[in-house]
């Protein structure tokens, strides 16, 4: 008995690491010298649909891509060789934006708050999209 009960433990914790969730929702505070600022961004879709997030810089605030599941995701406009990493970087087109962006992939790629330029900004996981 206690050996089916130790397997059925140990099997749904092994499920655990593989359920993923298809978007999340962060709220974001950085430091501008003495100001604080607090936003939300979201990374990802649902199970509809999907989405890109990118930062621009002109408007200064984030824009997304959306595009439902099942259709084929978008393609670049155009492509750009970043001189520091030595990679090319994909630039897409996002409604309402002049220009062609870059993707930001998740909150963990987010080195920096492109609002307020602090590296040392929080991020906290409000919402779980499914």
Known sequence: MFVRISAFVLA???MLPSIAHAGNVYKVTGHDGERVQTYQVRFGGGKLMDQF???DPKTHSFVYLTWERTAKPPTPKM???DHQTGETVPLYEFPGVDN???VIPSIEAMKVCPITKDKQFKATLEIVVD
């Open 12 to 14: 749904g914790l092994l």
């Open 53 to 55: 997030t990118a930062f």
């Open 79 to 81: 492509e750009i060789w």
């Open 100 to 102: 062609p962006l870059p």
